[in-house]
T-cell receptor, first 114, second 115 residues
């Protein structure tokens, strides 16, 4: 058990809809990361937050947004969903934002768009 | 930009065989390097890490040495078990401490160990 909790585990919805994925980091970790895993793109970094502030952006679509709350949990919002958004979305956390810190991953949310 | 190249899978081995999964990277400076393992239906688990040249990371019988001269971080295990069957990812951390620390992943190598 990594200590990172993601909910829900599975999400099935239709095109055009909006969903929210939730992540609780390991106790004491200040940095949260979101990644997308798909068969064609592999594991892609989406966005990082550190202590409530956005720290880095990767290949995140404009239809996607995220935030980190004062209690350090994070939410990833996906809107105007398309079939191609079907993927496994992982949250990870680390103690600090330093690059030599390992990231600890949750079990992911599997998003299926019908 | 940063990139990671892993050997193509799947890799199929008999139990107790020697394992090598090749990983090379492209980056400026001195990035941290990681190996993660993903078992079916689960998230990624940190297997081992190395933060500077010539460091050797090790865990559960797996080892990898940070080779700056060859920009490589190959994963090895002397005797694999059926329970090692999983997908292994090589990952590159940020090149400077204190900056954003996203991970850049390789494509993953699926290992299947048979009896």
């Amino acid at each position: 058990d990594s200590g990172v909790t993601q909910t829900p585990k599975h999400l099935i919805t239709a095109t055009g809809q909006r969903v929210t994925l939730r992540c609780s980091p390991r106790s004491g970790d200040l940095s949260v990361y979101w990644y997308q895993q798909s068969l064609d793109q592999g594991l892609q970094f989406l966005i990082q937050y550190y202590n409530g502030e956005e720290r880095a952006k990767g290949n995140i679509l404009e239809r996607f947004s995220a935030q980190q709350f004062p209690d350090l949990h994070s939410e990833l919002n996906l809107s105007s969903l398309e079939l191609g958004d079907s993927a496994l979305y992982f949250c990870a956390s680390s103690l600090t934002a330093y690059s030599n810190q390992p990231q600890h991953f949750g079990d992911g949310t599997r998003l299926s768009i019908l | 930009g940063n990139s990671v190249t892993q050997m193509e899978g799947p890799v199929t081995l008999s139990e107790e065989a020697f394992l090598t999964i090749n990983c090379t990277y492209t980056a400026t400076g001195y990035p941290s390097l990681f190996w993660y393992v993903q078992y079916p239906g689960e998230g990624l688990q940190l297997l081992l890490k190395a933060t500077k040249a010539d460091d050797k990371g090790s865990n559960k019988g797996f080892e990898a040495t940070y080779r700056k001269e060859t920009t490589s971080f190959h994963l090895e295990k002397g005797s694999v078990q059926v329970s090692d069957s999983a997908v292994y990812f090589c990952a590159l951390g940020g090149v400077n401490t204190g900056t954003a620390s996203k991970l850049t992943f390789g494509t993953g190598t699926r290992l299947q160990v048979t009896l």
